[in-house]
């Protein structure tokens, strides 16, 4: 039963072909066998879940409960859970039990979902491997010598092995959609304002957004019609009515205009991974679709404007670690300034430190104006491009990422390198859009991903075009070979 | 742009990290790889255009009513502090 989406094992549920209990007794026994290859989760929560799947056979039994009522489901580490250890990724709040749930987590809860445990991922959020976890790094189930992606590395692995169904993940600049990538899985970042953040651990709080790591664009929009919607705690969503992304499915393609990104093509591109992405586009024809070439002459910008805003706004962020009120404290502090200083250097990951220290440094005077103004002007002609664009254009589609999954230490060293991963994925964050990683094929075995982005709060386009390609292709239910 | 131990070291006071000195040279180089990076935005002509701090057009962050919404759940919040006595966070000694 682990190999049906999350759609029909929420439709057997109801139709009581099988008890939730049965269902999360089934992944838990998943998630344990796979723990030391994976390493896919920080905590599981076995004993809350199953108290939790009995609860939810009750309100079936009665005819009630919510649209995910009973299914099994996950969290990256970065949404506060109630009553459950949220590290983060951290060693920072490797003990932190959070005093309240996170808005996505308590929407899900009361669609019915139960949740299995929190995933593991990069520290803070802040990298493209899984390798800068505190907790160690999640390994590929397509070959557990690469990485899993990042940040969401936990999540996607999860669902790629089929030990969740679906999982909730965020992005910053890529978090959902590299790993999707990776992992062969689909995630969507839906637009900036969509998803109430609170109780989601900050980053950079002009980018991150929370969305959904599923098997399948429906899955994602079964999940995301109960996560998405308005907040008044987040200053940053927005009141805006949400359309139900699960009847939005199934729209004919014909007389949609796609655009395909120049820019993405021109360099650095595997050739491989390339032929999958042209293949899909030829799908998207084949089902009525126009597809032309658009260029967005400033992205090529989007990496250097990204390491300047996201470190400014973690070194912003971050400032809040400080010893005293939670998180890591240092042993016998001399005095406040030590207490600062070496609980935070004690707390946090080599990673984290660069992102701080860079942000501190793109902040501190003298250089406010070079750096960080400097990249919010290029930000507005980035996002203009994106407008522009979207004149012409429904979707814009192109690689997800410029390579297939790689081996783990193969970027450690030189953080440049790592963070170029993220070229292709960083536009969508500087503009707010909603994106999506699509499974597109297999570049030398390894799976390709097809991105789709739209404008401002057009989930419903994108998650329908990825269903109608899903509809004509079945890379999304490829298992890898050790899970299947 | 190549960043001397000195500037290194005084990023790391104000982001209030400790550095250990053998792991000095390894910051200092990566993060002056990180400025030479950000360093190409400085090709961008950018001349009348104004700084983007909210990537949604014309929306900016809403204020809320200044009107007391939480109850005091101190003893909640508390439990994960470090060091906590008579509901008052500690700290070492700060005014001699």
Redesign the interface.
Known sequence: MYRQTLTQLAADLRARRVSSVELVRAFLARIEASQRDLNAFVTVTAEQALAQAEAADRALAAGRGGALEGVPFGHKDLFCTAGVRTTCGSRMLER??S?YDAAVVSRLKAAGAVMLGKLNMDEFAMGSSNETSYFGPVRNPWNRALVPGGSSGGSAAAVAARLLPAATATDTGGSIRQPAAFCGVTGIKP???RVSRYGMIAFAS??DQAGVIAASAEDAARVLREMAGFD?RD??S?DAPVPDYLAGLDQPLSGLKIGVLKEFFDTGLDAAYERCVREALQVFERLGASVREVSLP?IP?S???Y??VAPAEC?SNL?RY????????CAE??????????S??EG?G?EV??R???????L?AGYYD??Y?????????I?ADF?RAFGEVDLLMGPTTPTAAFELGAKVA???TM?LNDIYTIGA????LPAMSVPCGFAAGLPAGLQIIGP?FAEARLLNAAHRYQRETDWHLRIPEAYA | MA?TREQ?EN??H??????EPA?IPR?QQ??S???E??????R?E?AG?????????G?T????PDAVTEPD?RE??Q?????VAAGL?L????IE
């Open positions: 932190f039990i005093p637009t900036y304002g002009s980018l008044p200053s940053t927005v400033n910008l990496v250097p404007v390491y300047v070194s400032a400080d010893g005293v009120r939670f998180g890591h404290r502090a001399r005095d406040l300034e030590d207490l600062y200083k070496r935070r250097s946090f080599a430190k660069r701080i220290m860079t942000g501190t440094y793109v501190s070079a750096y103004l400097k990249a919010q002007r290029v930000r507005r002609l996002a407008e030189d953080p440049i963070y964050n500087l503009a707010g401002h | 960043l290194v990023i790391a104000l982001a209030r990290l400790e550095l792991e910051f990566n993060l790889s990180i400025v990076f950000i360093g190409e935005l400085e961008a950018t255009i104004a700084p983007m701090a909210h990537p949604l057009p929306l962050q809403r204020l809320r759940e909640l919040y439990q994960n502090a470090p060091q966070y700290v070492p000694k700060v």
